[in-house]
């Protein structure tokens, strides 16, 4: 989240808890900005969580760090984690589309489910150290991977964004 929105947020949600303990706040009232509050966590959850791919955490990683999705919460965390944020694509396969850190590329992040990393995210630049040094990491780990991505899926092909979330508490 870059500098300019966190402080747009930390005021909003400034002025929305001076709401809630406001007493002239009636239950309704209350609803409503704990509702808006709720939304803006949630933007920013999903924000975060991304700019934690951006700059090269794993979704096993990033999943150890949130709530509701770490070792406590099950061991299938990280594709839980990844299936609350992602949109289906074209083909019916769900993505998360973020900037690769390392590259600036747009990358197509398909998710936790293993296989070679060049089918994992697509969209890395030709020169991504990260994604080089994954690939490496990939072929390391095992005996007879094949050098090249096998699944076909187009590369670049489009993730469409997951479904907008209406602020809606007048963050200008
Ligand atoms: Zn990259």
Do not use: N
């Not at 924000?47 to 099950?74: D, L, M, N, T, Y």
């Not at 949109?87 to 396969?93: D, F, L």
């Not at 589309?97 to 398909?110: E, F, K």
């Not at 095992?142 to 090249?148: F, I, N, R, T």
């Amino acid at each position: 989240m870059d500098a300019q929105r966190r402080v747009q947020v930390r005021a909003g949600l400034v002025r929305l808890q001076a709401v809630l303990k406001s007493e002239r706040a009636s239950p309704l009232e209350e609803v409503s900005v704990a509702g808006r509050i709720a939304q803006e966590a949630q933007a920013a959850f999903v924000f975060e969580v991304k700019a934690a791919r951006s700059a090269g955490h794993s979704w096993e990683r990033i999943a150890e760090h949130a709530p509701g999705f770490g070792p406590a919460a099950g061991d299938d965390g990280a594709q839980r984690l990844f299936e609350s944020l992602a949109s289906a694509s074209g083909g019916g396969r769900a993505c998360v589309s973020l900037r690769c850190g390392s590259c600036d590329g747009v990358v197509v992040d398909r998710g936790p489910y293993g296989g070679h990393p060049s089918d994992a995210e697509q969209g890395h630049r030709q020169e991504c150290a990260r994604h080089r040094r994954d690939v490496e990491r990939y072929v390391a780990s095992l005996s007879d991977v094949p050098a090249s991505p096998s699944t076909g899926i187009e590369p670049g092909a489009a993730c469409p964004a997951a479904p907008g979330i209406d602020l809606g508490f007048g963050l200008e």
